[in-house]
């Protein structure tokens, strides 16, 4: 009987183990998500502002750093005007859908957000928004940081709280004593910003991909169209196509790289009197990969709240992309197709540039915490046989014991 006790104790404890191992083979695979705290002495400070829309009608602007657990600093803006920064709790990425405040515009207007965040400080620097705004804009001795600070963040309230930068004194008059200068300068900034030209961005999602990756046609005709899926702006297009052979719209009107965005379509464009012939494209872009992204309280309640933040530091991501054409002289039958390859320039980031031809993970910072740990998709299955050959020789130990009894 002791025996027979022995054998069933140690099955017992064989299923035990595999079972612990099967519950906690999926926490082992979960991604570590990325948290920090707000700095306040690590921030710069922008102007206050006169506001319309909002109790608290004077407000003071500031770019705030979040530092994440590993180090990592991130600049970012408040997208949540009536609550105040809590530095003592936790801020936790969370996707745009898990905004906790629906008292806001933020919901509504995320990817107006957004394109404030690429086109505004520090994105851009300075001089590269006076660049974007040459021949529409001419600032006072330039953009100053307080100023670029001052209106990135009453454009990102504009969308996010539904406020708007008193047009006839946008700046408080206090100990800093701004300018009427200054305050041109800030409101031409913020113009800009919530403008027409404000298409919005959609939440961070690096990529660029043409589709489809190979095309065929027939001399004289316009082939196509490859249209371009991008979160990035187009650097370089890289033409692998014989003379006289050329990228347009479907217009005819030839390309070039500013003319190519986010759904445009391009067309290769192929001599009447070409011979058979074949040639690929590419384009290469650069995204950013922190811009955009949310960070909320890690126990945001009614009597916990924190301002949620909104990152507004830009790392660029290199991509590319490339497609191929292939075409038969006029009247005869095309020539087949044959599978082409996609390829990725490499990261400079220490982290691999995502596939251009797959659905993009998150983007992630640089040196982030959201690493992914070890877990395998064959854990469940070798776990399994080790539950059965376990069981098997449990039961043959059983009835051994049965038959010499």
Not at 66 to 92: A, F, H, P, R, S
Not at 291 to 318: C, H, M, W
Request: charged share 25%; glycine share 10%.
């Amino acid at each position: 009987m002791p025996r027979t006790s022995t054998i069933v104790r140690a099955g017992a404890a064989l299923a035990g183990a595999s079972i612990a191992m099967m519950l906690a083979a999926p926490a082992a695979g979960a991604t570590e998500e990325a948290r920090g705290r707000v700095k306040f002495h690590l921030g710069a400070d922008g102007y206050k502002v006169n506001l319309h829309g909002t109790d608290r009608s004077q407000l003071e602007t500031w770019n705030y750093v979040i530092q994440l657990d590993g180090g990592e600093k991130l600049n970012v803006y408040c997208v949540e005007i009536e609550t105040d920064i809590d530095t003592g709790q936790d801020m936790v990425e969370r996707p745009w859908d898990e905004f906790p405040n629906p008292n806001t515009d933020f919901h509504a207007n995320r990817d107006k957000i957004n394109w404030v965040l690429h086109h505004g400080y520090p994105a851009k620097g300075t001089e590269a928004i006076e660049q974007a705004l040459d021949g529409t804009v001419e600032f006072n001795d330039g953009l100053s940081t307080k100023e670029a600070i001052t209106a990135t963040q009453t454009a990102v309230w504009h969308f996010s709280d539904g406020t708007d930068l008193d047009k006839d004194t946008p700046l408080v008059d206090d100990k800093r004593n701004p300018d009427a200068a200054n305050a041109e300068d800030v409101l031409a900034l913020y113009s800009y910003l919530t403008g027409d030209k404000n298409t919005g961005i959609s939440e961070p999602d690096a990529a660029l991909e043409i589709s489809p990756a190979d095309a065929t046609g027939e001399a004289g005709d316009r082939i196509g169209p490859f249209t371009v899926s991008t979160s990035g702006e187009i650097d370089e297009i890289t033409n692998k196509l014989p003379e006289g052979v050329t990228l347009t719209d479907a217009d005819g009107k030839e390309l070039t790289k500013a003319d190519i965005t986010d759904g445009t379509e391009i067309f290769v464009n192929v001599p009447e009197d070409a011979e058979d012939g074949k040639g690929s494209f590419g384009l290469k872009a650069s995204a950013a990969v922190n811009t955009g992204r949310l960070f909320v309280g890690e126990n945001y309640g009614p009597k916990t709240k924190a301002q949620s933040l909104i990152v507004a530091t830009s790392d660029q991501l290199e991509l590319s992309d490339e497609a191929m054409v292939r075409w038969s002289a006029a009247g005869e039958t095309p020539p087949s197709s044959e599978t082409s390859t996609t390829t990725t320039a490499p990261s400079t980031s220490t982290e691999a540039a995502p596939s251009t031809t797959e659905t993009p993970v998150a983007p992630q910072s640089n040196e982030g915490p959201l690493a992914q740990t070890g877990f395998s998709a064959m854990t469940p299955l070798v776990i399994g046989l080790v539950l059965l050959g376990g069981g098997a020789v449990t039961l043959l130990l059983l009835r051994r014991r049965k038959g010499t009894a």
